[in-house]
């Protein structure tokens, strides 16, 4: 079985790379869209990005456009509209299927992770969010409307980072 930070992924702009060489410590992958009542979560993403960036945390976004189509662009679409409205400079990966027949082998992997209730499975919507511990463990998974910036989320972060 391939390691979680070996699978092969694309970034939006379709050059090969995977976790590892995107988060050389801990990551935060997040199935993101930008006609989404929850997109407004850009902004928080972006500020854990910068704000944990020294300490080793990588916020990684997967555009999906699974759920109602709510992420239609084109990879020039989406970088644009990512840049322009909420200046996001973390890693987008090419648009992916987190769920379904398609559902790419790191969505394979990640959704094996039960929630804070006990249940694991299909990625709900939007947003849902993966951390990933250094070394590749996925450590906590948060349901869509859990914000970026929840206490539980920053804790986790905390807890797996550096001090």
């Known amino acids: 079985m391939t390691a979680l930070t ?6 939006l702009e379709g050059e090969p790379t995977t976790l590892g060489q995107l988060a050389d410590g801990a990551a935060l992958v997040v199935n993101v869209a930008s006609k989404c009542g929850l997109t407004p979560q850009y902004a928080a993403l972006e500020k854990l990005a910068k704000d944990y960036r020294d300490r080793g945390l990588t916020v990684i976004g997967v555009p999906c456009n699974q759920f109602m189509g709510q992420e239609p662009g084109t990879p020039e679409e989406i970088r644009e509209f990512c840049s322009t409205t909420y200046g996001v400079s973390f890693p987008l990966l ?33 947003f849902e969010k993966f951390l990933i511990a250094p070394g590749g463990k996925v450590v ?9 910036d929840a206490p539980e989320v920053i804790s986790a972060i905390e807890e797996v980072l550096p001090r």
């Open 94 to 126: 090419e648009k992916t299927d987190v769920n379904g027949e398609n559902r790419h082998p790191l969505y394979a992997e990640l959704t094996k992770t039960p929630d804070d209730g006990g249940e694991a499975g299909d990625v709900q919507w939007n």
């Open 140 to 148: 906590r998974r948060f349901r869509p409307r859990t914000e970026p």
């Open 6 to 11: 070996e699978i092969p992924l694309k970034t």
